[in-house]
């Protein structure tokens, strides 16, 4: 058998998977080939040795295609993996809330003088001015829990939507919170008119420029035909958490391996992004990212070993991928969490020790814009 093992197609390489330069990546590539056969790589002959080779070969496009050759007196076989290359990749982080339907309401009912008059924004903005980063809030058209929908929210706060839209931004996450997982069996035409409702609304009160595609569906389960309404609206990344999910907060820990809040990725997949974080899907166009942790469910004790061990990981990928839920904040939320707030800072503040940047995936690649926005 003659094939490539160091990659598959799909494999994100950066700064970490050989040596980058000003023109592109040095990129090793190995595998296992046949003693007898000459083996080469996108042209570059490579090192046989005890059935396995290696070669190095250069790397500059974002989506590139390794092509191995082997040949002997069998006759040719080849094999070939698309990859993507992080050209740049640098040490950075995103942060998203989920499930936001609190806050607008209150502004909705109290009409402050300003946004930040409310209590829950009024802490993001803190953490922005303390540490610069970036937020999306997802959030649901109708509020569930004390009537009220997005239609209601006034267009007076446009300008101060506008003026700080360049750390704060809204996005679609579903019509409402419930039925849980809405949209994992929903006709693509569902999910369609919620998304573009949501937009139309966030344009509306926030302007364009506070609108962001988001990345992440509420339950992270979405059909094929569902995701290319979000594709071509857009979207480009999907984080999730793929296997053995963690989904409430006394959960137990699955003994076995569970593939679930994976938008329907298998199980061969859901182990590779657990090993590697991102995996793109050349069929549906989107990057796949394992989330590295979802603040409400862990103490800010547990969410610093969680940072640490993932920024200290051989080979480690640059992101971090950082989210909590909204209604966690309020009181009067049954399951209301008094350290919500610290939980946040501390996620933030570890990755700002560590040296990531506050970015949004929704720009560039991962927030990486070397190529363009």
Not at 35 to 50: K, L, Y
Not at 245 to 256: D, F, G, M, V, Y
Not at 264 to 284: G, I, P, Q, S, T
Request: hydrophobic residues 40%; contains cysteine.
């Amino acid at each position: 058998m003659n094939q490539i093992t160091s990659l598959r197609t799909g494999s994100v390489v950066n700064r970490f998977s050989g040596r980058e330069t000003e023109k592109g990546l040095i990129l090793p590539v190995s595998g296992i080939a046949d003693e007898d056969a000459f083996v080469s790589v996108n042209g570059v002959p490579a090192e046989v040795t005890g059935g396995a080779f290696t070669a190095e070969i250069p790397v500059t496009d974002k989506f590139t295609d390794v092509v191995m050759t082997a040949e002997n007196n069998y006759g040719r076989t080849t094999h070939t993996v698309r990859i993507v290359y992080d050209k740049g990749s640098f040490k950075r982080y995103n942060f998203f809330f989920d499930d936001n339907s609190f806050f607008w309401t209150e502004i909705v009912r109290k009409r402050p003088a300003s946004l930040f008059d409310q209590f829950y924004l009024a802490f993001l903005r803190r953490m922005h001015e303390k540490y610069g980063t970036k937020f999306t809030l997802n959030l649901f058209y109708r509020n569930d829990h004390d009537f009220c929908e997005l239609k209601s929210f006034p267009e007076c706060y446009k300008g101060e939507f506008r003026d700080n839209a360049d750390w704060l931004r809204l996005s679609w996450h579903a019509y409402s919170e419930f039925p849980d997982r809405p949209y994992q069996n929903a006709p693509a035409e569902k999910v369609a008119a919620d998304y573009d409702l949501i937009r139309e609304e966030v344009c509306r009160f926030a302007g364009e420029a506070s609108f962001i595609p988001p990345v992440a569906a509420h339950w992270s389960m979405l059909r094929p035909d569902g995701m290319a309404e979000l594709v071509k609206r857009g979207v480009r990344v999907m984080v999730a958490q793929f296997l053995n999910p963690k989904t409430s907060l006394t959960e137990k820990q699955a003994e076995a391996h569970l593939c679930d809040i994976n938008y329907f990725v298998n199980l061969r997949e859901c182990l590779y992004l657990a090993r590697k974080k991102m995996l793109y899907d050349f069929a549906e166009k989107v990057l796949f990212l394992k989330g590295t942790l979802i603040c409400n469910y862990w103490t800010p004790e547990q969410i610093v070993r969680i940072i640490d061990e993932e920024s200290s990981q051989a080979g480690f990928t640059d992101i971090l991928s950082l989210e909590t839920h909204e209604q966690y904040t309020f009181p009067h939320y049954f399951n209301y969490l008094p350290d919500h707030m610290e939980r946040i800072e501390t996620a933030i503040r570890r990755a700002t020790e560590l040296g990531y940047a506050p970015v949004w995936f929704a720009e560039g690649f991962l927030g990486n814009t070397a190529r363009g926005r």
